[in-house]
């Protein structure tokens, strides 16, 4: 019940929000109101939630297609649990976010905001194939308006770029899935077997991709995130890329292990491919958002290299580090939309300067930044260590890879932060440029406490992500 009530609430809260003729500020009000009500909800899931055990928890079933055998199932695991948190908690920030900034058109806005959390909640809690697809389909629809409408100057460009990769990719999942699920004789993922098919396997690892961004498959990241409003990047980065997380775990893993096997070296040398050329792309961006793009990219190569070890150290240190890249990338677009709010860029031969009279600003932007460098404690380099940990079992080389592209994380993060803070400073930043007031560290600081949280405590996550001791087992032997 409690699973269900997480997925309509925002859905008929956007409802309520297009049809409602209410205030701007009392539309911002109620979906402030819908979304931390979600954190709430996700909290009391949290606490009666049995992490050792390996059944589906807080799980509801009715029949949808009964001839096809499609069911309304949905419920959760440790790690899609963890998901669907992280996802509820960037959605309350950026739909804060958007009632701070007073987006234009606010019931459509709002309305489109909530209808995102609700559908990535819905792919992290689905078990039933179709309706998986039902929801993966569906969060990309408000993503679309959300660019498209409320977007930079080339928003057509970047909304159009987008809707081809995304429905490229989601016809060849769908044609896997009407595939697998004919030849299985069910579409329940917890009810369907293995197979052995290529061409279904590759069909659902595309689209997974397509959403990581990995490459090849990431021709849509830089105009999507840098056009987009900075609180729907922060979803982008944060949550909607962990979609392909949940798919590559609990669909490619479980039910294709054969194809893993064999094609394992090559999408290992892909995932550390798209870690490099992220990182070093991050690198040569001229603003903050391009670097946070790319640097997202590199960073799901990485969490994919993580998944592919197919060891509990990679799996583990994957979804850890799914969970932190995800706070860390949403804290740092919503940092980068408030600097535009002061300066009208983002860029960082306009900027510099301006750690000088702004504390608050300067301590959030190095401490956000800290995390993205990943140094010792952090709940970052926990999750990358585990991954190359895991890794290195698969060939020291990978984890050769992984180590050299953190050193260039630590590159272009340091450029970041000096181009912000501590460089001559630049033409548009003027004296009466604010610090960062009450509101805007309401919608932070919340993360980089769970952030601290998690570096004090990453096993709260890493050991509570699958049952059992052998996470790996769990997932490869899951299927009957």
Known sequence: MLTTLLILLPLVAAIVVWAAPLPREATAGL??????????????????????????????????????????????????????????????AAIGYGAWVGRERPRAYFGLMLFLVGAVVGVFASQDLLLFYVFFEAMLIPIYVLVGVWGGPDRVSATVTFVIYTMAGSLLMLASIVAFGLSQGTFSLIESGTSGNDWIFFGFVAAFAVKAPLLPFHGWLRAAYTESPPEVAALLSGVVSKAAVFGLVWIVLRHFPEPVDDWRTLLLVLAAGGLVYGSLLAFRQPDIRGVVAYSSMGQMGLITLGIFATNDLGLDGAVLHSISHGLVSAAMFLLAGMLIERTGTDRFDRLGGLAKGRPALATLVMVVGMFTLAVPGSSNFAGEFAILAGVFDRGWGYAAVGAAAIVLAAMYTLRLISAILHRARGEAVRDEARDLAGPELLLVVPLVALLLALSVWPAAISERSFPGDAPAATISEAAP
């Open 31 to 92: 979906a402030v109101l819908v979304a931390l009500t979600e954190v709430v909800l996700w909290v009391v899931t949290l606490a009666g939630f049995d992490f050792g055990s390996t059944a589906l928890q807080s799980s509801a079933q009715q029949d949808w297609f009964s001839d096809l055998g499609v069911q309304y199932l949905v419920g959760f695991y440790g790690f899609s649990l963890w998901l669907a948190g992280l996802t509820v908690v960037l959605g309350a």
